[in-house]
């Protein structure tokens, strides 16, 4: 079990509502120091442990100045994040830059940053030496897909179906290529799982990643340097799933690395993870007015914020816990359907939930949004994306202001460009 917390006292949340206006995300800067504190803590015993954050899952720099500060570099996946970690500060040998379908600009910048580049395929190898003098970088981490081996899940796919990683015969030829062309470092890199609470299922990609270095030194003698297991450590987004404890799957990797590399003169190995969701997950909420409650064949309550806001529960059926302010004392005895305003019908952040009465104005605070969430969020249907705020030490800040109309237009022409 865990239990749904909120950042602020309902009258907190509510005053804080009326003062800013809603909808908006609010983060708990505090918990999030805390927990990424909490990971370092229980892998200390792996020298040079690092979580490169999935900038992903929150891409505000002002999270990354927090984590960064604390000990994380970050994980990019575009340009854009590239260019937010450098503002965030974070230097290019704590970023990951972890891709596919790459196009060369975004190549180009990881390598002008010294970023690492963790390479999704083959055909990428004559791209990043083509953008650099005709030679792989020093450093460079290939991404592993182990096919039938491992099940993936509903979030990342079946690995065999997935557009991510090279195959294994494809691995042992790649580093190979990437150490006749120069490069000196050389790090593996999976992920098989997204929002995975089975810690059986973490420890077995370390196993699986551990075999893997073994069998890297002894068909091409190349001795890699770091394992980087993805992000996926999923969060309980139902009160009764038990989040997974960073210090019981710490030991449990401990104990592998112990008997797979040390026993076997493989050390040392940095090991690294690129988690996003159980980094911010769990620290931020969606704060929601309640515009109509309506009786129709089903009783609907229509929100002021939409999909736009929180894609998850259309997107994979997700299911993110809902609190009404100041009636959590009060019976969970009525069944709603919970909408956003979008002229989609899977705008709808929960199905048949049982909640206490609600009225026109009730607050709703949508928990778990911290990742994946406002950065999912789209334009469709003229939305405008929301404010984000932190609670930081014991004062709350603005780091995201409101989408206005001027935004939403900013890039149409006022009138057409011949071209
Ligand atoms: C390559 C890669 N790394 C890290 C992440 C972060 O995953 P999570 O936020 O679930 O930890 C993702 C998520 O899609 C990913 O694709």
């Not at 993805?230 to 989040?243: H, K, L, N, S, T």
Request: charged share 25%; proline share 4%; net charge negative.
């Amino acid at each position: 079990m865990t239990e749904k917390n909120l950042p602020l006292s309902d009258n907190e949340l509510m005053q804080l509502a009326s003062r800013v206006g809603t909808p908006f995300h609010i983060y708990d800067g505090n918990a999030i120091r805390g927990n990424a504190r909490e990971m370092l803590d229980a892998f200390s015993w792996s020298d040079g442990f690092i979580n490169y954050f999935a900038v992903k899952a929150l891409p505000n720099a002002n999270i990354l100045r927090i984590l960064a500060s604390e000990g994380f570099g970050a994980d990019c996946s575009s340009l854009p994040e590239l260019l937010l970690a450098e503002e965030a500060g974070i230097p290019g040998e704590r970023i990951m830059f972890s891709s596919n379908d790459t196009p060369d600009d975004e190549f180009e910048k990881a390598l002008e940053m010294g970023a690492i580049i963790n390479l999704d395929d083959m055909t990428h190898i004559a791209d990043v030496m083509a953008l650099n003098g005709n030679r792989m970088p020093k450093a460079i981490s290939f991404r592993y897909n182990p096919g039938p081996d491992r099940t993936g899940n509903a979030i990342i796919g079946n690995p065999v179906e997935a557009k991510y990683g090279v195959r294994k015969d494809q691995l042992m030829a790649c580093f190979r290529i990437a150490r006749d062309n120069g490069a000196e470092r050389f790090m593996l890199h999976t992920m098989v799982a997204s929002n995975e609470l089975n810690e059986d299922y973490i420890v077995e990609t370390a196993r699986m990643l551990f075999a893997l270095v073994h069998e890297i030194r002894n068909e091409t003698g190349i001795a890699i340097e770091q394992v980087d297991l993805g992000g996926g450590i999923g969060i309980p987004y139902r009160a009764e799933d038990d989040r997974i404890s960073f210090r019981s799957l710490s030991e449990r990797i401990r104990d592998l690395y112990a008997t797979m590399i040390e026993a076997k003169g493989l050390a040392p190995l940095r090991i690294s993870f690129e988690c996003g969701r159980c980094i911010t997950g769990p620290f931020g909420w969606l704060i929601s007015r309640v515009w109509h409650v309506a009786h129709k064949y089903t009783d609907f309550v229509g929100l002021d914020a939409s999909m736009a806001d929180l894609m998850r529960p259309a997107m994979y059926g997700a299911y993110h816990h809902i609190t009404v302010l100041g009636k959590e004392d009060l019976p969970k005895d009525h069944l709603y359907d919970v909408t956003g305003s979008l002229c989609e019908n899977n705008d709808k952040f929960a199905i048949d939930r049982q909640l206490p009465i609600i009225e026109r104005g009730d607050l709703l605070a949508i928990h778990d949004t911290g990742a994946h969430g406002h950065a999912m969020g789209f334009n469709y249907n003229g939305k405008l994306r929301h404010a984000e705020y932190l609670i930081d030490g014991d004062g709350i800040c603005m780091i995201r202001r409101a989408e206005t109309y001027e935004d939403y237009v900013r890039t149409q022409l006022a009138q057409p460009e011949r071209i």
